[in-house]
């Protein structure tokens, strides 16, 4: 279809159908969740939901999910849609795979596409990705030298055939890994959630009398692109450059490097000069490089554009074959969130002088994954059984333009951490300390976000293991515009001895305790800048200490006299003095 027959489209029933699948889709995620039997969907959202044209072009996306699944998937639909000709479809097929290289980038996460059809013929897709809570081999890490030791790989292929589920597929997954009943539940409610957003649009087309979407999806596609083009022209031409260090594994670290090239309407992102393919499980496959590359770009110039395939068209993201962030085949992939989390805080650092009206500093970033393994004797060892147990926890965000970082916030996963309540049901764990890091945040005229502290023992007398895929360790995440970076995180054993290897498999004894301390956020603009009645808060919230009020921040903050006590925020004992404060700030 040409431009020129769109815009005869009437723009009420384009704005009607957008409006429309934006709730539809929200449907589906939400069918998704509640059906879904693991924690990692139902609790921690670890999922996305989109809606496709007839050709496997994005629409639309949930309003919940996480960039890594909905953007890796927006474009490797084009390989889903590419693996069987449309004749070779009926209604009732549903698609399936996990392989890296075609969505999501680890075969953890699971993509079900599903055809949509409407009097015999094929209208559109929806489609979801989740992350599995196991997929066999070894349990998540970075320790594995293939991609054959991290699990049960799917290529594309049917996972029901009108309408007849594929059992010899569904048995296979079953005896590869540990958690038979909570895989195979969530395909099935990825399953269910497709056929839920199916009907509903099946529904809109009659309401609207649409034989087709095709039209109206062009319309909405190349309305957002029309969008982000018109911001990236308001960009200075030129190329900017950025780099960051990530922990790598053991005692291989890696260097992220980005160049980005503005020139006119369009940008071309380049990632030459990053570290080359690691030998361990830490690679990112070209298709999650672009997820998070698109994410970033559109975060920074135009977070109000609804997101679809037009919103890629503007944006030409490359890395060099064999690099770490365009790793080639059979390069172990499993633990790839660890350096792909890091690119939209370097596309930010890049950008930073080319976009006026500022952007956050460098977050905590990588998503911290601990997998939790042993037997669980709740009922009595005659009735005990092995656990698995996939958890998610974030450190604090860097601070932005005119507002504080958050804390122990997932930037920019957007994957949420599973309550206290709900993992101590699930599983022999506990968790004795769950609580924020004083003066973890990086101190700025912006505060970072915070990290937290939490310590994990378990139930009963029985070995257990953790493999705790996390980063930031050897340094913090870096501040901004005269901002202090924010600190580094932590993991170990209560005691001396034992450490943990980060990325790895960790044997524990039945009296461990875990402890995990996340990163803070990276602060923005130089800490003498923030408002010293901030500080005072900061302090009096047990965010700041006051040592660090005076030292870091130029606020020196003393016990309120009987009478102050009431203080800006209300029952506190503490003010400042302004005298000594005036006098440390002019030493700046």
Not at 107 to 113: G, M, Q, S
Not at 551 to 577: F, H, K, L, N, W
């Amino acid at each position: 279809m040409t431009t020129e027959s769109r815009n005869s489209l009437d723009p009420v029933l384009v704005g009607l159908v957008s409006g429309r699948l934006a709730s539809i889709l929200d449907e589906q995620q939400t069918a998704l969740i509640h059906t879904a039997f693991s924690p990692v969907v139902r609790e921690s959202y670890d999922l996305a939901c989109a809606v496709f044209d007839s050709g496997g072009q994005m629409i639309g996306q949930s309003s919940g999910g996480t960039p890594g699944h909905i953007n890796a998937m927006a474009t490797g639909m084009e390989h889903i849609v590419a693996a069987y000709d449309q004749d070779a479809l009926v209604d009732g097929d549903v698609l399936i795979t996990n392989d890296p290289w075609m969505t999501a980038g680890q075969i953890n996460d699971i993509t079900v596409a599903t055809p949509v059809f409407r009097q015999g013929r094929l209208v559109a897709w929806f489609a979801s990705c989740c992350h599995s809570p196991d997929i066999g081999g070894r349990i998540l890490s970075a320790e594995a030298s293939e991609v054959f030791e991290e699990g049960l790989r799917i290529p594309i292929m049917k996972f029901r055939e009108a309408g007849q589920e594929n059992s010899i597929l569904a048995e296979i997954i079953r005896a590869n890994v540990r958690t038979p009943e909570a895989t195979i539940g969530d395909i099935y409610a990825q399953v269910s959630s497709n056929l839920v957003g199916a009907r509903s649009l099946l529904n809109l087309m009659d309401e609207t009398n649409l034989d087709s979407i095709d039209e109206v999806a062009g319309d909405i596609m190349e309305r957002s692109e029309a969008a982000l083009r018109k911001r990236i022209a308001q960009l200075e031409d030129g190329t900017y450059t950025a780099q960051v260090d990530c922990d790598g594994f053991r005692e291989e670290s890696l260097t992220l490097k980005v160049s980005v090239t503005v020139q006119g309407d369009e940008l071309q992102v380049d990632y030459g000069g990053s570290s080359d393919q690691s030998k361990y499980g830490i690679n990112v496959v070209l298709n999650y490089t672009r997820a998070y590359t698109s994410f970033a770009i559109k975060a920074a110039l135009a977070p109000e554009v609804p997101h679809n395939a037009g919103s890629f068209r503007p944006v030409n993201t490359t890395a060099p074959e064999g690099s770490v962030l365009n790793c080639l085949e059979p390069a172990p992939v499993a633990s790839r969130h660890l350096v792909g989390h890091f690119l939209p805080s370097l596309l930010f650092d890049a950008l930073r002088p080319a976009v006026q009206t500022g952007l956050p500093a460098y977050s905590a970033d990588a998503l911290w994954m601990t997998v939790w393994r042993g037997l669980d004797a709740s009922n009595g060892l005659e009735k005990s059984h092995e656990f698995t147990l996939t958890t998610f926890g974030a450190g604090g965000s860097g601070g932005r333009p005119g507002k504080d970082g958050l804390t122990t916030t997932g930037f920019p996963t957007g994957v949420r951490a599973a309550p206290t309540e709900v993992i101590e049901s699930l599983s022999p764990l506990v968790q004795l300390e769950r609580q924020l890091i004083t003066d973890s945040g990086g101190a700025g005229e912006y505060r970072g976000g915070l990290g937290q502290r939490i310590r994990v023992v378990r139930r009963h007398d029985q070995p257990w293991s953790v493999n705790a895929n996390v980063d930031r360790l050897r340094a913090g995440a870096p501040g901004a515009n005269g901002g202090s970076d924010g600190r580094a995180g932590r993991l170990a054993l209560k005691g001396e001895g034992r450490q943990i290897e980060p990325k790895s498999l960790c044997r524990l004894q039945p009296d461990d305790e875990v402890i995990l301390e996340f990163p803070g956020g990276g602060g923005l603009g130089h800490p003498f800048d923030r408002d010293a009645d901030r500080v005072l808060d900061d302090v009096v919230q047990g965010y700041v200490t006051r040592e660090a009020a005076e030292q870091v921040y130029g606020v020196c903050v003393t016990s309120a006299s009987a009478e102050a006590a009431s203080g800006p925020v209300g029952g506190s004992r503490m003010e400042i003095d302004w005298d000594k404060t005036t006098k440390l700030r002019a030493q700046r």
